[in-house]
């Protein structure tokens, strides 16, 4: 596929459908593949990672038309993206709302910079998937029946892949981040959590702490090569 040039990365080459909405009413919008979907990226499901939509963004932009085989939802919450918060506008803490065995109703935590403690309190939800973003987000799942799911992610700087799959070994190869089967402390209710559950292969792309156009150097090659399947 021929990248479109550099002088029109400034729009989008096609437009997205709605898969739902947010809990303040805003469109979650997915790209949708021309053919079957292999793979869906998604980005943002904590709004106060909006360098993974920045990126995930940019590599769209460069393809003249929609991915033949990939899906691309540049902001699970974006709620919490145009405010943000980690978690919806609800309080809610998605990634860890989706249903699962480990999932339980309360508060959990998390840093307000990678070096604190992890004192902010978020919600999990009023029960499983109660909040609409992750309730869309599991029926566009069951629409595209992807052969994979990318979570992007941040600051850890690995690639989390339980399942040790090529996938995610070539990512880590490509990347230089390590991979790991696990991010090294519980996450009950995740979004890999789910996937390990309902047999959908999920990695989970951690950005690393560096400045934001190193960031995008280095990370949006690798998304143009997912979306257009040339990853080596």
């Known amino acids: 596929m021929t990248l479109r040039p550099r002088a029109q990365w400034g729009t989008f080459p096609s437009a997205p459908t709605s898969y739902g909405r947010s809990v303040l009413g805003l469109p979650l919008e997915v790209w949708r593949p021309t053919g079957r979907c292999e793979l869906l990226l998604f980005a943002a499901i904590h709004g106060e990672e909006p360098e993974t939509t920045w990126a995930l963004s940019r590599a769209l932009r460069q393809l003249p038309e929609r991915p033949e085989h990939a899906a691309v939802v540049l902001a699970a919450n974006p709620d919490g993206l145009i405010r943000g918060?980690?978690?919806n506008a609800n309080g809610v803490d998605?990634?860890?709302?989706?249903?699962?065995?480990?999932?339980?109703?309360?508060?959990?935590?998390?840093?307000?910079?990678?070096?604190?403690?992890s004192d902010v309190l978020l919600g999990t939800g009023t029960a499983p998937g109660s909040e609409p973003e992750t309730q869309a987000l599991l029926a566009l799942i069951a629409e595209l029946r992807p052969d994979a799911v990318i979570a992007l992610h941040a600051p850890l700087a690995c690639i989390d892949d339980a399942n040790g799959s090529a996938l995610g070994h070539r990512?880590?190869?490509?990347?230089?981040?390590?991979?790991?089967?696990?991010?090294?402390?519980?996450?009950?209710?995740?979004f890999g959590s789910w996937g390990q559950e309902h047999g959908v292969p999920v990695i989970t792309y951690e950005f690393p702490v560096i400045a934001t156009e190193d960031t995008m150097a280095l990370h949006v090659p690798v998304f143009v090569e997912l979306l257009t399947g040339t990853l080596p």
């Open 85 to 87: 918060t980690r978690a």
């Open 171 to 190: 990512l880590a190869e490509r990347t230089g981040m390590p991979l790991v089967a696990d991010v090294g402390y519980a996450t009950p209710g995740s």
């Open 94 to 117: 998605l990634n860890r709302n989706f249903p699962t065995a480990t999932w339980r109703e309360g508060t959990v935590t998390s840093r307000a910079t990678i070096g604190e403690p």
